[in-house]
């Protein structure tokens, strides 16, 4: 009995210890925006193309700032992952409790300018929906822009 008893203490423990991390991962998207902002931008399902990675990332009503970048070699301390292809850019967590989180798939024809900020260290990508923009640091930022330009030369021919 006191064998079962220790099984039965473990399971609460990770099951208390669970159910804390989803309440905190869905009170950090309601708290930050994320929520917000992808219920106007959702994801659709099996979006393919160049990845990035990052560390860290800073989520307010109006900004997501994307500010540590992974390198390909250094993916196992990512957070987030930014998938690029010719219809927009998805920004996802890595780890994502289900029906917490949402990814966030935003649009070229949502995008109205990528700019260089701050001392060419940032990307800024500002959104049609003017209450929102994204901050980027390194190749990621880059191209995005570089894909936005060409989006942009392909629907204006």
């Not at 991962?25 to 990035?52: C, D, H, M």
């Not at 301390?77 to 994502?96: C, H, M, W, Y």
């Not at 822009?145 to 204006?156: E, H, I, L, R, S």
Request: aromatic fraction near 16%.
């Amino acid at each position: 009995i006191s064998r079962m008893n220790s099984y039965f203490g473990l399971f609460v423990m990770l099951s208390a210890f669970t159910a804390i991390l989803c309440f905190l991962s869905y009170l950090f998207s309601i708290i930050s925006g994320w929520s917000t902002i992808a219920k106007r931008y959702p994801s659709p399902k099996g979006v393919n193309g160049e990845t990035f990675y990052f560390v860290a990332g800073l989520v307010t009503s109006s900004e997501i700032i994307l500010k540590s970048w992974s390198s390909i070699f250094n993916r196992k301390q990512a957070s987030l992952r930014i998938t690029v292809n010719e219809d927009g850019f998805l920004i996802s967590p890595i780890i994502k409790p289900p029906f917490i989180i949402y990814s966030i798939f935003i649009p070229w024809n949502q995008v109205i300018n990528v700019n260089v900020v701050l001392y060419s260290k940032f990307y800024k990508i500002s959104l049609k929906d003017e209450s929102i923009n994204i901050l980027m640091k390194g190749e990621a930022g880059k191209y995005i822009g570089q894909m936005f330009t060409d989006n942009a030369k392909t629907n204006a021919s």
